[in-house]
Structures are given as C-alpha cells and as structure tokens.
C-alpha cells in the first residue's frame, strides 16, 4: 500500500522528519500537496481533508499521512506507528516508549526553534517582531542548544548499548530526526553550530553516520529534498545568529 503524506508544498518543516523515516525504509508513498490538482491533489486536498465534515478523526494541521483508510496526525505519533512497520525500532518493545519520548524532546525543541523567529505570534510576520525575535535567539543559542543538547549527548554516553545511537545498538527513526534536528539548526545559526562538532562529538558522528546511509544520501541529493528555506520551521536570519565559545 502506498501511503499518502500529507505536508505544505515548498518547504521541509515538521513533514521532514517523517520523509526521512520513509525515505530510510524505502516506502512507497506520495506527496498529496505536492501532487496535481487534476489527480484530486494539491494542497487544495490537503485542506479539504482538514476541512472535512465527513472525516471521522480530521486532523488539525500537517503532517498527517494515510495508510489506506487510517489517518494519523502528530510527527511523533506518525514515526510511532511507522517505526515497527520499517524495522526503525528497538526489537525491545519497552524501548519504543524510550524512542518517542525522545522524539516528543525533538518536537520541543523544534518548537523553541521555530518561536526565536516567530516569538510573539505566529500569526504576525517576522518583521513585525524582530525584536523579540533577537531576545529569543539569543537566549536559545546560549541557554536553549546547549540545555538540549547537553541532554541528547549525555543520552548517547549513557546507552547502555553504545553510544552510536540514541537508543539500542541500531539506527531507529529518532537518529533520523536527530540528524534533521542537527541540520535544521546548523542552517539557521551557523556562526552558533560552529562549536557543535566539538561541544557534541557523539551528535556530530550521529549526523554525519546518518548521512552516509545510501538511502538517505540519495534522498537528499534529489528533488524530493527540497532545501531549507524561510518559510520553514528552520530559518536562516544571520542578524539572529551569534558566535558561542
Ligand atoms: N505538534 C504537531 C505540530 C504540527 C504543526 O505545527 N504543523 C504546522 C506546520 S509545521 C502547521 O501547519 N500548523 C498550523 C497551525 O498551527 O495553525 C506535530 O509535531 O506534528
């Protein structure tokens, strides 16, 4: 079965961390917004199943996907149930709890990373908040990635199978989102990753192991990877960013 993504056309954002996992496992699966209007796709589809008054669970915003008649929203609740269907979990059923929390720690973060441009509301431009926009990113670059981080790292020492992966001795979806994590931030405050690889050498082996994996290598040199922009999750605004020892 091929299943059904649903995410905004142009960008990576929350939809990328679910491509990845796909993408890893070599599933089947389309892009409805990316998709032609004339095929009953688009992101006119996309909406309309947000919109829908038939639909017995619509979900609230993208990323959703569908897997024949099931519909799951949420970026960790979609990796959830993707995971023991692509071998991208612990065998440890226990464990699989470990990896979504982990996951629900990246999409806290995303968040926080996502507010140092849009601090005040989402609904308003960054223009009209620049300010606080530069109050947040600071406080982000020094107190945010480090508290994070400092964690993420200090869970990679400490897996009692390894420190090659966040969870057991194997890849699993949340080293993918890791690497997306790591990426996204290395786009948006260059000046402030450049310390990462030393602050975080087992993150930093993460995110380049994970970019070597031949399918996620061929993936990002196509055109399905669409590159960071700043209509994104991960935006790059150099007057945000600052140096860090
Ligand atoms: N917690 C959700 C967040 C979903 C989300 O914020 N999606 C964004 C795009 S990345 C959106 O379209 N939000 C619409 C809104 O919040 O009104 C997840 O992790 O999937």
Same mark, same amino acid.
């Given at each position: 079965m091929t299943y059904e993504l649903y995410y905004w056309d142009g960008l990576q954002g929350r939809g990328e961390f679910v491509r990845?996992?796909?993408e890893e496992a070599g599933a089947e699966y389309i892009e409805v917004a990316r998709g032609d209007e004339h095929d009953g796709l688009g992101t006119g589809a996309m909406m309309a199943t947000m919109d829908s008054k038939s639909e017995p669970y619509p979900p609230f915003a993208p990323p959703f996907l569908k897997d024949g008649d099931l519909l799951i929203a949420q970026t960790a609740n979609i990796l959830l149930y993707l995971g023991p269907r692509h071998g991208l979990v612990p065998g440890v059923d226990s464990l699989r709890y470990v990896v979504n929390g982990l996951q629900l720690t990246i999409a806290d973060m995303v968040t926080e990373a996502h507010d140092t441009h849009h601090p005040l509301a989402s609904n308003l431009y960054y223009e009209d908040q620049k300010d606080a926009a530069k109050v947040r990113a600071t406080d982000?670059? !020094? #107190? *945010?990635?480090?508290k994070f981080m400092g964690y993420f790292e200090r869970v990679m020492k400490q897996n009692p199978a390894g420190d090659a992966y966040l969870v057991s001795d194997a890849l699993t979806y949340v080293d993918l989102s890791m690497f997306q994590l790591i990426d996204g931030l290395y786009y948006a405050f260059p000046r402030a990753m450049k310390t990462f690889p030393k602050r975080y050498p087992r993150l930093a082996a993460l995110h380049d192991a994970v970019l070597e994996r031949p399918r996620i290598a061929a993936?990002? !040199? %196509?055109? *399905?990877?669409?590159? #960071?922009? !700043? %209509?994104c999750v991960f935006r790059h605004y150099p007057e945000l960013d600052k140096d860090t020892r």
């Open positions: 990845l996992a796909l982000f670059i !020094e #107190h *945010r990635i480090p993936y990002l !040199e %196509s055109d *399905r990877r669409i590159a #960071h922009n !700043e %209509s």
